[in-house]
């Protein structure tokens, strides 16, 4: 249901993105570090909307990325935990007996 529901805000934002450009198709002067140059408006926003949803995919690439290292890096250590002290369980499966017993 999330990705049916993010699929549909997608297309609506693309075309109101679209509507929004295709209604400002007059040349404006770009600058350019060394130059100016004449480009149609709706190259610019098409653009500016490219480079934001690469920038926005990149950072959340980063970030999965960094939360798969996490995960790795804990599940090593509830191993290691493990395996130090096999006879007893480690404190999760201490904890869940007493829930256990409790309810």
């Known amino acids: 249901m999330k990705a049916q529901t993010a699929f549909i805000v997608g297309v609506i934002a693309a075309i109101l993105i679209a509507v929004f450009a295709v209604m400002n198709v ?59 002290a096999p006879e007893t369980g480690s404190r999760l499966d201490k904890t869940k007996k007493n829930q256990v017993e409790k309810g």
């Open 26 to 84: 007059e040349s404006v002067p770009v600058n350019l570090l060394f130059t100016q140059a004449e480009w149609p408006l709706i190259l610019i926003i098409l653009f500016s909307v490219l480079l934001g949803a690469i920038v926005a995919g990149a950072m959340s690439v980063i970030k999965l990325h960094q939360q798969k290292l996490e995960i790795k890096r804990l599940r090593a250590s509830l191993e290691s935990e493990r395996a130090e």
